[in-house]
Antibody, heavy 116, light 107 residues
Framework: EVQLVESGGGLVQPGGSLRLSCAAS????????MTWVRQAPGKGLEWVAN????????YYVDSVKGRFTISRDNAKNSLLLQVNSLRAEDTAVYYC?????????WGQGTLVTVSS | DIQMTQSPSSLSASVGDSVTITCQAS??????LNWYQQKPGKAPKLLIY???NLETGVPSRFSGSGSGTHFTFTISSLQPEDIATYYC?????????FGGGTKVEIK
């Protein structure tokens, strides 16, 4: 059974940082692109970033470029999102999802709240 | 970026009714269009991929059609368990973009 479990969210002050993790199981992690999608409270879905199987290609939505870094550890079946210079508008539930186009499996999400 | 305009933003219908949601892309995305269902407090779930293909296990009352820039999603006979917000998503170009969502409620 495919499972994706996010962690690392929390309350952080504006300008602060967090490291979000997604633990994957039930499939060959190294064979799939992986994606982060976020959802602000009461709002719609926003694609954030994705990463190729071997980490050689990474793409970001414009609003997070230079502040967020996606990475992966295929040996540990783990997807990461380093989020820096956080702003109030980054407040959202962050989901990891398998693949880059058809997002067939999602985690339960981890909430990031940016507030002073 | 490709803009996805979804309508209506919400609707209320009776059990057994047919419900249709539309999604308009700002440019031709051929067939690269997916639909997701999100229930309150849950992660989205992929229902339909490539315009009209049902994901495994998705009931046949869900369907999708369209091409180019105009797409539709239909629930042929609304059931109480279909209460959710539905999103279209294009993957013709990065960044992936989603429609604004349609909240479906029971009348």
């Amino acid at each position: 059974e495919v499972q994706l479990v996010e962690s690392g969210g929390g309350l952080v002050q504006p300008g602060g940082s967090l490291r979000l993790s997604c633990a994957a199981s039930g499939f060959t992690f190294s064979s799939f692109w992986m994606t982060w999608v976020r959802q602000a409270p009461g709002k719609g879905l926003e694609w954030v970033a994705n990463i190729k199987q071997d980490g050689s290609e990474k793409y970001y939505v414009d609003s997070v470029k230079g502040r967020f870094t996606i990475s992966r550890d295929n040996a540990k079946n783990s997807l990461l999102l380093q989020v820096n210079s956080l702003r109030a508008e980054d407040t959202a539930v962050y989901y990891c999802a398998r693949d880059s186009t058809l997002l067939g499996y999602w985690g339960q999400g981890t909430l990031v709240t940016v507030s002073s | 970026d490709i803009q996805m305009t979804q309508s209506p933003s919400s609707l209320s219908a009776s059990v057994g009714d047919s419900v249709t949601i539309t999604c308009q892309a700002s440019q031709d995305i051929t067939k690269y269009l997916n639909w997701y269902q999100q229930k309150p407090g849950k992660a989205p779930k992929l229902l339909i991929y490539d315009v009209s293909n049902l994901e495994t296990g998705v009931p046949s009352r869900f369907s999708g059609s369209g091409s180019g820039t105009h797409f539709t999603f239909t629930i042929s006979s609304l059931q109480p368990e279909d209460i959710a917000t539905y999103y279209c998503q294009q993957y013709d170009n990065f960044p992936l973009t989603f429609g604004g969502g349609t909240k479906v409620e029971i009348k």
